[in-house]
């Protein structure tokens, strides 16, 4: 076990003279995360987009296409890159045509997908067709966080509680336990249903307090020892990891 501090780039194994496509999918930040390890790139052809929906990332240095013709007449070019399909009743960034995006994607070094929704809350059950995770996606990350853990489980933590239910056994009102958020990421219809190449879990705002997080990692690395390629805590808002 790594007890050091690395970037997330570091830790799935990035290297900008082979291409990259990454998914972002789980809970509660997701585009915190996609946004912190562009920049870790920002020397090289970053795209930032998403096969669901995202906020559009306003900031100095990274820039933003909102229509389907601005992204299809936009060249890659050194630096950070956000396009999509602006939705101006939400103020959302809707996904490319999926035949556009393949199109796009070969231009770039880095490719970072948002591809899946939460709402913000901490926990989730998935349907069929999610995450949106195209076939040709090296890695999938699945961002994770303990901090719904012994709150009741209602719509105040969980996004679809019906098929929360399904995935952890747990009812309305029952509280959330290690097992149930084990069950809802590593589950076969869970997190990783649609997960593509080497497949990571993050887990999220344990920067300070890290001794759960890292229980809550040691049962899955026990329980599902060669499922994923990289298992960490720590915090997307600073892109500072610590493997388990």
Known sequence: MNILYQTAGTLLGITPRQLSVIAVIGCDGKSTFIETLALEYSQKKVLITTT????????????????????VSYKAQK????????????????????????????????????????????????????????????????????????????????????????????????????????????????????GRGRQSIFVNKAESDSTLAKEWLHNIKQTYPARFACLAYGSALTNKWREW
């Open 52 to 71: 669901t929906k995202m906020r559009p990332i306003h900031r100095e240095g990274i820039t933003l296409r909102l229509t389907q013709q601005e992204c």
């Open 79 to 194: 630096g950070i890159q956000c396009l999509g399909v602006l939705n101006e009743a939400n103020g959302k960034l809707e996904a490319l045509p999926s035949e556009l995006l393949e199109n796009i994607f070969p231009q770039y070094d880095i490719v970072l997908l948002e591809a899946d929704g939460s709402r913000g809350l901490p926990c989730k059950g998935w349907l069929p067709d999610e995450p949106v995770i195209p076939h040709y996606c090296t890695h999938t990350v699945g961002i994770a966080t303990i901090d719904a853990l012994g709150k009741p489980a209602d719509s105040d933590t969980v996004l679809r509680l019906p098929e929360f239910s399904a995935l952890t056994g747990l009812q309305r009102g029952d509280p959330i336990t290690f097992d149930a958020l084990a069950s809802m990421v590593c589950a076969q219809n869970g997190m990783f249903r649609n």
